[in-house]
């Protein structure tokens, strides 16, 4: 219960009467035969051979262009697991919506009916053609990372999996302006990334790409460091590249004396002792939802100056809609073949600076989900960051 809404009982109501929240218009009008002609055949014929000897004019014959798959496997959905990929639709049908409203994108939902990582991957690749970039959504890690990286390594358009990246791009937009409030710098600051999974190795990743040094991710047994001997692939990768004095211990241990602290993991597991161990200023990112690994108060009373969360009814919501409809109309628009480190940190660096100088505070440091000015922002930074990578074949 919310204010005075009962947030689940009024969605499940509305989805039975919505009867699914996305649907296919046509874009053209089929009256009369010349119409029919022109749309179907024998017309059709012509744009077909053109494409035939031209792949890539697929891009502007057809909506490939503006068109984008959401692909789940339904094993890590929300805040519910893994429920299969039917249960996981209503989800998707959602993230298709938001990309939509907020990025003039289509989306078309896919929930596959596998586990098996050679199965999803050829699936999507088979597919691929249909589509200007492959958003992949809700599948559990680690297998995760490894269909991320062999589709990109197979397919010639975007794959992005937003539960890394866009909460890598959103936390790191949120951490440029808590810097610009601070005084803080970069490559002076130490961050704390409790949960060691999609979204907390990518944000390591990301942050590690802008500049930020010092950062030590911790998983259920503590720190991770290079050398620990129960770590999987992916933590053995990120153990490379971070924690640099390879420190080791609990998440208590490890927060004493560092700056930024963002969670991706479960609820209550950080105290208000814990942020009191902080070094000045601390900045304190609890973002497990629907309960936030400390709750604001908390994190104030310890002496937070920052505090954001996943939520709406809390200031600063570090949300990824912030992030994916602007990267992808972006990444759409110049017919990326790649969503990069360089077109990520050009789109955090959009939602940071959708806030100016004169709105910038405590508890405005990032724009609402909601401003639907930001996706165009985002869109026109990853769009020229593209350009500037290489990555575009539009231009």
């Not at 805040?79 to 919506?97: H, R, S, W």
């Not at 050829?122 to 992949?136: A, I, K, M, P, Y």
């Not at 599948?139 to 990372?145: K, Y």
């Not at 939802?289 to 996943?310: H, R, W």
């Amino acid at each position: 219960m919310i204010g005075n809404m009962d947030y689940a009982t009024e969605s499940l109501k509305k989805h039975y009467e919505w009867r699914g929240k996305i649907e296919v218009n046509s874009r053209v009008p089929v009256n009369t035969r010349e119409d029919l002609s022109l749309a179907y055949t024998p017309g059709v014929a012509e744009p077909c051979l053109a494409i035939q000897k031209d792949v890539n004019k697929s891009y502007a014959l057809t909506r490939r262009s503006d068109i984008v798959a959401v692909i789940t496997d339904g094993t890590a959905v929300l805040g519910l697991g893994d429920i299969g990929p039917e249960a996981a639709m209503p989800v998707m049908e959602g993230k298709a919506v938001l990309f939509k409203e907020l990025g003039g994108v289509d989306a078309v939902p896919l929930c596959i009916r596998s586990r098996d990582v050679d199965e999803i991957v050829n699936t999507v690749r088979l597919l691929s053609g249909s589509f200007g970039g492959v958003n992949l959504e809700d599948i559990s890690a680690p297998r995760c990372f490894e269909i991320e990286r062999r589709l990109r390594g197979c397919c010639d358009i975007p794959i992005f999996h937003d539960d890394q990246h866009g909460t890598a791009i959103v936390a790191l937009a949120a951490i440029l302006n808590s810097l610009r409030l601070t005084g803080k710098k970069p490559d002076k600051i130490s961050v704390v990334i409790n949960g060691a999974g999609a979204a907390g190795i990518a944000t390591a990743r990301l942050l590690a790409d802008s500049g930020i040094t010092n950062i030590i991710l911790c998983d259920r047994q503590g720190a991770i460091y290079k050398g620990r001997n129960d770590l999987n692939t992916e933590k053995q990768l990120i153990a490379e590249t971070t924690n640099p004095e390879c420190r080791k211990g609990t998440l208590a241990n490890v927060m004493a004396g560092s700056d930024i602290f963002i969670g991706v993991s479960a609820p209550g597991c950080v105290t208000q002792a814990m942020v009191e161990s902080m070094n000045r200023a601390p900045i304190v990112f609890p973002m497990s939802n629907p309960t936030p690994e400390i709750m604001p108060d908390l994190a104030k009373a310890g002496g937070a100056v920052i505090v954001g969360t996943g939520r709406s009814d809390f200031p600063n919501q570090i949300n990824n809609a912030l992030a994916f409809p602007g990267v992808f109309r972006g990444a759409l628009d110049v017919h990326a073949s790649d969503i990069n480190e360089n077109m990520k940190i050009a789109a955090a660096k959009a939602i940071a600076n959708h806030v100016n100088d004169n709105e910038l505070s405590e508890n405005y440091i990032i724009p609402s989900p909601l401003n639907r000015s930001v996706a165009a922002s985002v869109a026109a930074a990853v769009a020229k960051a593209a350009v500037d990578s290489g990555v575009s074949r539009k231009f």
